[in-house]
């Protein structure tokens, strides 16, 4: 089972502000043990296929791949030219993991807005995931969709972010093998469910795995449940990442869970919570999922 990392901790430096360059990511994660390096949308050019093999070899001099892509569609646009607006982006972020030489990448349900019905909103995003299965398959790319919480740069949480409305939805795809999860548990912690039940739900067709640990930091999830009644861009400050195995994750049932449903895919370490100690944070983190997946026989 190959381990990559994800700049979760310099995303605003990589994205908004620009003050690190993709570049300088690459050369900081050397230090990292790990077998690859997870991208976001947000930090490279979307139409560039010359820097997406730059970049590709950039980082196979290292002796590693780019094997995921971060992305963050929004397909519960209430007016269709906007869904079909979201459809075309998503089929750029699928030509660029193609590009970068990745193999996955992910898709989401889109925000929670006010107005948007349940069952019309899980329609939506069907149709979209639908469409987009063809092309990504001609493309060489499995799109996995996270049980996710929020993109760092939207205004409303996910809208299929409860456990109920996930399941109904990844339950409403086409079985193929271009389409599966990209399982995350702390993101089911944050929906108020059981990430174990989560998995067990899920695991025949998790594909990738985001490996994160949260915690709350003055406040509860009644707290964050309270804050999310107010769109605001970003987490909520009592949100945090921290490192795994620190964190309220069972590490030791969901490697145990994985390895016995026959997992192969790639880990990505979710992990950061703050730049000035994200580079030491990855390290530990990195040590410690590459002791469990040897303690569960998960190379």
């Not at 409305?165 to 944050?190: C, K, M, R």
């Not at 469910?193 to 998790?206: C, G």
């Amino acid at each position: 089972m190959p381990l990559a990392a994800f700049p979760k901790c310099f995303l605003e430096q990589l994205c908004a502000t620009r003050e690190m360059s993709v570049d300088q990511w690459i050369d900081l994660a050397a230090q990292f043990d790990v077998d690859g390096l997870e991208f976001y949308w947000g930090f490279i050019p979307p139409e560039a296929p010359a820097e997406w093999e730059r970049l590709r070899k950039r980082v196979e001099q290292q002796r590693r791949t780019i094997p995921m892509m971060c992305y963050s569609s929004d397909f519960t646009q209430p007016a269709p030219e906007q869904r079909r607006d979201e459809v075309e982006k998503q089929k750029r972020a699928i030509r660029a993991t193609a590009g970068l030489g990745g193999k996955y990448c992910r898709v989401l349900s889109g925000q929670r807005r006010p107005g948007v019905a349940r069952d019309q909103g899980l329609r939506w995003v069907r149709e979209c995931i639908e469409e987009l299965l063809p092309f990504a398959a001609a493309q060489g790319v499995v799109l996995v969709i996270e049980n996710h919480y929020k993109d760092g740069f939207w205004e409303y949480p996910e809208f299929a972010q409860r456990m109920d409305d996930f399941l109904e939805l990844a339950g409403s795809i086409s079985q193929t093998p271009w389409f599966g999860v990209n399982y995350d548990p702390s993101n089911a912690i944050i929906a108020g469910d059981d990430p174990i039940q989560m998995l067990e739900a899920v695991k025949h067709r998790v594909k990738t795995m985001h490996a994160s640990d949260r915690y709350f930091e003055g406040g509860t999830l009644d707290d964050l449940r309270r804050i999310e009644a107010q769109p605001q861009t970003g987490y909520a400050s009592i949100l945090k990442h921290g490192v795994i195995g620190r964190g309220l994750n069972d590490y030791d049932r969901i490697f145990s869970i994985l390895k016995k449903a026959g997992f192969n895919g790639w880990i990505s370490i979710e992990d950061g919570p703050d730049p000035a100690t994200g580079v030491a944070d990855i390290a530990e983190s990195a040590k410690f999922l590459r002791r469990k997946m040897r303690e569960f026989g998960l190379p």
